[in-house]
């Protein structure tokens, strides 16, 4: 099975800028996902290995950016203009195909990473 390494999480006041990172293998579509305490998990935003498009939850449409380094075999969500709301465990994941092109869906996704813990104070 592909194993997915997330990092890059930690603490942060509101207004400021995390990095987080996954390290992952293959061809694959790649997704990050949050899930806050007593709340069900939620897409964040991904890209398509084929095209290199990109899409984002309109809650962090405009503040977050996904990108990939091919050569590192690392996927990027760079967050900025964090909210406490952002608070959660952020998850990687990594899938083969869009099932009605369905990007934001987690059953579209075959490989998930153990999460790391995102915390914006305010």
């Known amino acids: 099975q592909v194993q997915l390494v997330e990092s890059g999480g930690g603490l942060v006041q509101a207004g400021g800028s995390l990095r987080l990172s996954c390290a992952a293998s293959g061809r694959y579509n790649m997704g990050w996902f949050r899930q806050a305490p007593g709340k069900e998990r939620e897409f964040v935003a991904a890209?398509?290995?084929?095209?290199?498009?990109?899409y984002y939850a309109d809650s962090v449409k405009g503040r977050f950016t996904i990108s990939r380094d091919n050569a590192k075999n690392t996927v990027y969500l760079q967050m900025n203009s964090l909210k406490p709301e952002d608070t959660a465990v952020y998850y990687c994941?990594?899938?083969?195909?869009?099932?009605?092109?369905?990007?934001?869906?987690?059953?579209?996704?075959?490989?998930w990473g153990q999460g790391t813990q995102v915390t914006v104070s305010s």
């Open positions: 890209i398509r290995w084929s095209s290199g498009s990109t």
């Open positions: 994941a990594a899938g083969h195909q869009y099932y009605n092109g369905r990007y934001y869906y987690t059953d579209n996704y075959d490989y």
